[in-house]
């Protein structure tokens, strides 16, 4: 037994996208820190998310290493598989895939179509007696559990036999012996819950893609292969209960039995058209007897997450259809080793007071019902699940798109309206997407008043509002965004940055007003000037009289000197 849950996200791989809370027919998907994990007490192991994850993040546990390693333990291991082989390896013979799969190590290949046939035999004996009521088929775990779960009051509708895959794995073991170990192979993830939960039946299930890896892993190539005599199906082929992975299938064999007709044989596919047909019923309203063939995957087993779907649905009916025949004697019998009850196992129910529902809708700013757009946007039909979904710790705010976009647009308009800039955003037509008031202030003329009328003014032409529009042009033709310095605009001077929003598709720019710091800056260039010519002239002028002065002083000496020779 694997202790780890079938199914689980590769949390570094998620995107966040919420496809798979979308899709999960029973919202058993937490959402935590952006990343959507399955909550495997609500989980039906249907495979839905793991189909729909458009990166792969949800994984289905393989189960290869557990399987290996109970092939090197001393019990005879032998392979329920799937009646959907023959549509998984279309072609191929059966003897081929036996001999393949004993190569892997496995003593014997049993057809699972075994178990619906004895399923078959034991319901057929309940249905000739029945008169009224309601029985809803077991034969596909994911809607067992469905019943259970989410539908309790149905639980006793269901038909009180083990799945065919578990009635065969008790099969094998009262042909072969209790010491026996039974894998299940085919196209279904809910068998890991059944193999999970009997493991004294079934020790472990593989799925048809896995087993292709080993296949590969262990170079077997089936299709290469000499199958010997040895390489048929134990202890013997199955017949009618290879209909079974088609819809309708398992209805076809019990309308074989003798005594079966009066029923009122119905099928439904897929979980959200079992709810819509059981919705607003009473099990005791059912006057007459109705049998329900139900399977979680549309269309059958055949199309089961963990097939290939390689080729139509039609075909794949056809060829199962063609290749199946009908034991010419049906046995009447009822193998005691399979019957189960199915109780309820209805999940408790969340106490939310419409107060606590109102507070949650108001976290997310669906304030009346006008604010609650059931846009699905979160992965929730309405914004009253998303909320009970916020209140069961199941979701997180930041999944509600609207409210996401709100509180985005807010905080940019708070920003546009604080920032002491000029803010325009435009696109490659140079119409204007968005901007602020300050931006219209710039313009001048009659851009503030039409700003007032039309907030952001959306359309309007750049280059009727700035004579620059072409520096826009550049960057959105360039891809290069770019600062540009005193930028006249009236009697204005700013500085421009200009960047890329989408590149070549919106650019938006910051406009800062710059002319005072200009003016400023050519007063302190024009004092500065005057201290200098100041300066300039004093300088001059002591220049000047030093000049003088030493003139003067050469005069005087020159005349001493003159003296001074004359009397020597
Ligand atoms: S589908 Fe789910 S698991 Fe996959 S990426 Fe989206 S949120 Fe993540
Ligand atoms: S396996 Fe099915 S029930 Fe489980 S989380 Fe995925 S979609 Fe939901
Ligand atoms: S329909 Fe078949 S393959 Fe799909 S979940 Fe049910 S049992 Fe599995």
Not at 234 to 253: C, D, F, H, Q
């Amino acid at each position: 037994m694997n202790l780890a849950y079938p199914i689980y996200t590769a949390d570094a791989e998620c995107q966040d996208c919420f496809k798979c809370v979308r899709h999960c027919p029973v919202k058993a998907i937490k959402v935590v820190s952006g990343h959507a994990s399955v909550i495997s007490d609500l989980c039906l192991a249907c495979g839905e998310c793991v189909e729909v994850c458009p990166v792969h993040a949800k994984k289905v546990r393989e189960d290869l290493g557990s399987v290996r390693q109970l092939l090197q333990g001393s019990a005879p291991v032998y392979v329920s598989l799937a009646p959907s082989w023959g549509s998984e390896f279309r072609g191929l013979p059966a003897a081929n895939l036996i001999a393949a799969l004993r190569q892997l190590g496995f003593a014997g290949v049993s057809e699972t179509a075994l178990g619906a046939q004895i399923v078959s035999d034991s319901l057929a004996l309940s249905l000739r007696e029945m008169r009224s009521g309601l029985l809803l088929s077991s034969a596909c775990p994911v809607m067992v559990d469905f019943i259970r779960k989410y539908m309790p009051e149905f639980s006793d509708c269901i038909t009180p036999v083990l799945s065919p895959a578990l009635s065969h794995a008790r099969y094998l073991q009262e042909q072969f012996g209790e010491h026996i170990k039974v894998v299940f192979i085919g196209p279904c993830i809910a068998k890991k819950n059944e193999a999970d939960r009997r493991g004294e039946l079934i020790s472990s299930a593989l799925m048809f893609s896995s087993l292709r890896q080993w296949f590969k892993e262990s170079k077997i190539a089936p299709w290469q292969l000499s199958p010997t005599a040895e390489d048929c199906f134990v202890p013997e082929n199955s017949r009618e209960g290879a209909l079974y992975p088609i819809e309708g299938g398992m209805n076809e064999t019990l309308k074989a039995h003798s005594g079966c007709e009066h029923i009122n044989y119905m099928v439904v596919s897929g979980i959200d058209a079992l709810r819509q047909t059981l919705d607003g019923l009473r099990p005791e309203d059912v006057k007459e007897p109705v049998f329900i063939e139900t399977l979680a995957c549309i269309g059958g087993c055949v199309h089961g997450p963990g097939s290939e779907h390689c080729s139509p649905g039609l075909l794949e009916r056809l060829r199962i259809i063609r290749n199946t025949d009908f034991r010419t004697e049906l046995p009447e019998r009822r193998l005691p080793s399979i019957i189960e009850a199915y109780p309820s196992a209805a999940l408790p129910q969340s106490d939310i007071s419409l107060q606590e529902l109102r507070e949650a809708l108001q976290s997310i700013g669906k304030h009346n019902e006008k604010d609650e757009l059931n846009c699905g946007g979160c992965g929730y039909n309405s914004c009253r699940n998303f909320a009970r979904a916020l209140l069961e710790g199941k979701a997180e705010p930041s999944m509600c798109v609207s409210h996401m976009r709100n509180l985005a647009q807010k905080k940019s308009n708070a920003m546009l309206r604080c920032i002491p800039a000029g803010v325009v955003i435009v696109n490659s037509e140079l119409q204007l997407l968005e901007c602020n008031r300050r931006f219209a202030e710039l313009c001048g003329g009659s851009a503030p008043e039409i700003y007032e009328l039309a907030p952001g003014m959306p359309k309007a032409r750049l280059e009727k509002l700035i004579p620059f529009a072409g520096l826009f042009e550049e960057v959105l033709k360039s891809g290069r965004e770019l600062f540009r310095e005193a930028v006249k605009l009236e009697q204005r001077l700013l500085n421009v940055s200009i960047f890329n929003i989408e590149p070549g598709l919106v650019v938006g720019a910051l406009l800062f007003d710059v002319t005072q710091t200009e003016f400023t800056r050519e007063q302190i260039a024009e004092q500065a000037r005057q201290v200098i010519d100041k300066n300039l002239a004093t300088v001059q002028d002591i220049a000047c009289k030093l000049g003088e002065h030493m003139a003067e002083t050469e005069i005087l000496l020159r005349s001493i000197a003159e003296n001074y020779a004359d009397k020597t």
